[in-house]
């Protein structure tokens, strides 16, 4: 095949796999409007629907493979079935966060606004499109960018499915880049990486970027609201011209303030004038007609879980328990070791981020540099790269340092690359959305940089860093995922000892009965690991670290 040739039809594959991953964003969209309501406005619902997403969110996109097996593939057959396959392993890598920022934003509405909306006795069709869906606008436009990364991240795991001597796969830059890797042509499938990052490239700031601009038009400032209401009380004149001129001071640093965060920063919700406006708002306020159709959907879901078990018991569940019983040692070896890697990748991340941060929010020119490269690779798949990459781990670096200790080195890099960015990230919006004000008495006070590290900016950044910390943490198993076991060089297979290692060498081989039962162990320690440790951080972060005291009018 010619050059030419090589371009026109990676350029083709890119197209199908963006349009792939569009899809299921638009859909997650969609659905998580509807969601998002039902958890902001029932307690119990709320529950529910945050312990699942944070589940779900940390398990690898290969969990869902039986499922992928039992309802598309074997059920619907043929091309359209796979596809449909490969759409919902898109689905699952894109959703969650989505899902949970449309929840956010409907859940931190002003109390005002509802107020305004049962005055004027708005139909719920009308509340829905006038004041819930543009209020999510913002979040999600904040959170395509990370959907877009994960859906191309995941491309490679997504539209190849191999599980034992079968393979299904459909037509796209992944399982292109995947094919000619396995024959050996490297000059192809370098040309396919090129042409997927400038693709990557034009998609950001020609679609995604602009996106986001747009969005901003949709972020409610009460905080303002409040200020211009105020202007307008009838007080004496004495107090009237005080108030003009504390009012004119406050515009002024609010101007100053939204000219120096950019639109991305603008379109999340940890904006200032979101976090300042955060009120109690009551858990239950559906209707006694809402309830009951809550609560009927509720049993019918929870039916349809136990007649799932109860008839599935002797065929599936009691093989699980018992791969359980024979393998929970070597099962809980692997898990401390991946356990162990991602630690090391999440602490690399926090020394990482926080001088990058900081000098971006302190220096503006750097800022304008380094936000732009950040953001084209963190939407750049590692999983496209891959075998690219390791090559001199598995060949130079293998004759050097031994192959062991080189695979884990390729683990580290590779998993790093495929989750750093969410705490870079979220740790920049906290750090950006420190009032200037703080800034500026501490450089009047000629603090010395590392004081100002220490006391204002890690601070001041703490909520929206631990929320980062989650995901990286959550999203560190892909990252392992894909690098713990992964065909190299002509179709050699290269795997270290490792947890999702494990559950990959299960999917090679048709063990669906050890992926399952790895997966329940994997769901339970997530689990566990919300209950026990992302709650009491959060909780610690809104009481220690919330910056609303920081600014009074």
């Given amino acids: 095949m010619s050059s030419l040739g090589v371009v026109a039809i990676s350029l083709l594959a890119t197209l199908a796999t963006f349009t792939r991953v569009a899809v299921t964003i638009i859909a997650s969209i969609i659905t998580g409007w509807f969601l998002g309501y039902a958890a902001a406005k029932n307690g119990l619902v709320e529950r529910v629907f945050l312990s699942v997403t944070q589940t779900l969110e940390a398990v690898p996109v290969i969990t869902f493979f039986p499922i992928v097996l039992v309802f598309f593939i074997s059920s619907i057959r043929g091309y359209f079935g796979v596809e449909l396959a490969v759409d919902f392993l898109v689905f699952t890598a894109v959703v969650w966060n989505i899902w949970v920022g449309e929840y ?14 049962n005055m004027y006795k708005l139909s719920f069709i009308a509340k829905f499109s006038k004041l819930y869906i543009p209020a999510t606008i913002p979040r999600v436009a904040g959170n395509v960018l990370v959907s877009f990364a994960d859906g191309l991240f995941y491309i490679t795991v997504s539209e190849v499915i191999a599980l034992g001597t079968k393979s299904y796969h459909v037509f796209g830059i992944g399982s292109l880049i995947f094919s000619w890797v396995n024959m050996g042509m490297w ?12 693709m990557v490239i034009v998609a950001v700031f020609g679609v995604l970027r602009p996106f986001v601009n747009w969005a901003v038009k949709y972020s409610y400032d009460p905080y303002a609201e409040a200020m211009r209401t105020g202007v307008r009380r009838q007080t004496p004149s004495r107090i009237r011209a005080s108030l003009a001129r504390n009012m004119r001071y406050i515009r002024r640093i609010t101007a100053a303030e939204r000219a120096l965060i950019p639109t991305f920063v603008r379109a999340t919700s940890y904006s200032i004038y979101h976090r300042l406006t955060v009120r109690p708002r009551p858990v239950n306020v559906l209707t006694r ?5 809550a609560a009927g959907i509720g049993s019918l879901l929870l039916a349809f879980i136990v007649y799932g078990i109860y008839s599935s018991w002797s065929t599936t569940w009691l093989p699980i328990m018992i791969n359980i019983y024979d393998n929970w040692v070597t099962y809980l070896y692997y898990l401390g070791l991946d356990w162990f890697r991602i630690l090391l990748v999440t602490v690399t991340a926090m020394l990482v ?15 304008a540099m380094i936000l732009p490269i950040l953001e084209v690779l963190a939407s750049i798949p590692v999983s496209a790269y891959l075998p690219l990459v390791a090559i001199p781990f598995v060949t130079y670096l293998a004759i050097r340092l031994g192959l062991r200790i080189s695979l884990e080195i390729l683990v580290f890099i590779v998993a ?22 703080l800034w500026d008495v501490a450089n009047n006070l000629n603090l010395s940089t590392w004081y100002k590290l220490t006391k204002l900016a890690i601070p001041g950044a703490m909520p929206a860093t631990i929320t980062g910390l989650a995901s990286t943490v959550g999203s560190t198993w892909g990252g392992l995922e894909i690098a713990e076991y992964f065909q190299g060089i002509n179709g050699k297979v290269y795997m270290v000892n490792g947890y999702t290692a494990l559950m990959d060498y299960y999917t090679a081989t048709g063990n669906i009965i050890g992926l399952e039962a790895m997966s329940l162990i994997l769901a339970i320690n997530v689990i566990l690991l919300s209950v026990f440790l992302w709650r009491s951080l959060f909780a610690m972060a809104r009481q220690r670290y919330r910056m609303e005291g920081a600014i009074s009018i």
């Fill in 104 to 117: 956010e934003s409907i859940k931190t509405i002003s109390q005002s606004l509802e107020d305004v909306a």
């Fill in 353 to 367: 981020a926080i001088p990058v941060n900081y000098l971006m929010v302190t220096r503006p020119k750097l800022e």
């Fill in 187 to 198: 000059f192809d499938a370098t040309v396919a990486l090129i042409v997927l990052v400038i």
């Fill in 289 to 293: 007609f809402d309830k009951y159709i």
């Fill in 416 to 437: 790093f690359l495929s989750t750093a960015w969410y705490v870079i990230y979220n740790m920049y919006v906290g750090m950006k959305t420190i009032p200037r004000s």
